[in-house]
C-alpha cells in the first residue's frame, strides 16, 4: 500500500493506492479516512484487485475546504479526482454512510462510470420527522435568522451548540468551523427520490444491530433501487469493515465476482 497526494482545484487530496487488477474504489464515512480501511484493502489487494481510497476534503490528510461544501460539492470533487488519477474504465464503487450519500448522488449522475455499487451503512434517507427532528430542520431553517438579530448575535454559537446537544447529533458537536457547516448542509439533504434512478447493480450492506442509520433504511434502499441485492449482518453495528472485516469483504468479493 503506498499513501499519495495530488492537488485538486487547490485542495491537496491524500489517497491511499495498492494493488493491480478490477479497480475498486471506496469513499468512507464521515469522520472516518482511508485509514478505517486498511483490513478491507488488504484483504481486497490480496484477492487480485486495486484499491484505491480517498481521504474526503476536511478529513485525514486532505485539505479542508474554505467554505461549506454540500453533498454536491463532493461528488464534484470526486469526479475531478477520478480524472486526475486518469481513471477512464469503469470501476467498483463502494460508500459507507456519509460517503455512501456521495456514492448515491454520483451513481445517479455518473452511472456509466460505474461497474456495481456497494452501499454499506449509507446515509441520505432523513428520519421520521419526530420532535427532536423537527426541531433540527426547524433551527436549521430559523435559528440562524434569530441569533443573528442585536441582541441574540453573542450566543448564537453557544444556542447552536446546546441545541445539537440536546438532539444528539454527534457529530456536529465533534467538528469545528467549517465542517460545522458543512455538515448542518448535508445532514439537511434528503436524497430518497434518488434511490430509484439508481440502475447500476447495487449491493447493499448492512449492520442489523446499527444505531446510528438503523437497519429499516436498509429495506427502504433495497425496495427503492431496482437492481439489488441486501444482506443483513447479524450482531454488527454500524461500522462492518471494521467489526467484521473478512466477512463483510467476502460478501463484497462474492457480489462483484458474478
Not at 163 to 179: E, H, N, S, W
Request: hydrophobic residues 40%.
Amino acid at each position: 500500500m503506498t499513501e499519495k497526494k495530488l492537488l485538486i482545484n487547490d485542495l491537496e487530496a491524500n489517497y491511499k493506492i495498492s494493488g493491480e487488477g478490477q479497480l475498486v474504489l471506496i469513499l468512507h464515512g464521515w469522520g472516518g479516512s482511508s485509514v478505517s480501511w486498511l483490513l478491507v484493502q488488504k484483504i481486497l489487494t490480496e484477492k487480485g484487485f486495486k484499491v484505491i481510497i480517498p481521504d474526503f476534503p476536511g478529513f485525514g490528510k486532505s485539505t479542508t475546504p474554505q467554505k461549506p461544501w454540500t453533498v454536491d460539492d463532493y461528488v464534484r470533487w470526486f469526479k475531478d479526482f477520478i480524472e486526475e488519477m486518469k481513471i477512464r474504465e469503469p470501476f467498483f464503487l463502494l460508500g459507507h454512510s456519509f460517503g455512501g450519500r456521495v456514492a448515491i448522488k454520483f451513481a445517479v449522475d455518473y452511472q456509466e462510470k460505474i461497474k456495481s455499487l456497494i452501499l454499506c451503512s449509507s446515509a441520505g434517507i432523513k428520519p421520521d420527522k419526530n420532535f427532536k427532528i423537527k426541531m433540527f430542520y426547524f433551527f436549521g431553517r430559523v435559528g440562524d435568522y434569530l441569533f443573528s438579530k442585536g441582541p441574540f448575535l453573542k450566543f448564537k454559537d453557544r444556542a447552536r451548540d446546546a441545541f445539537y446537544q440536546i438532539i444528539r447529533q454527534k457529530d456536529y458537536l465533534k467538528v469545528k468551523g467549517t465542517m460545522r457547516e458543512t455538515i448542518k448542509k448535508i445532514l439537511a439533504e434528503d436524497l430518497f427520490g434518488y434511490l430509484a434512478q439508481i440502475k447500476t447493480k447495487t449491493l447493499i450492506l448492512w449492520g442489523k444491530t446499527d444505531k446510528i442509520v438503523p437497519v429499516k433504511y436498509a429495506y427502504i434502499m433495497k425496495e427503492k433501487i431496482s437492481n439489488s441485492k441486501l444482506i443483513i449482518l447479524p450482531k454488527i453495528g454500524h461500522s462492518p469493515h471494521l467489526e467484521t472485516p473478512e466477512k463483510f469483504t467476502k460478501e463484497i468479493l462474492q457480489f462483484i465476482k458474478f
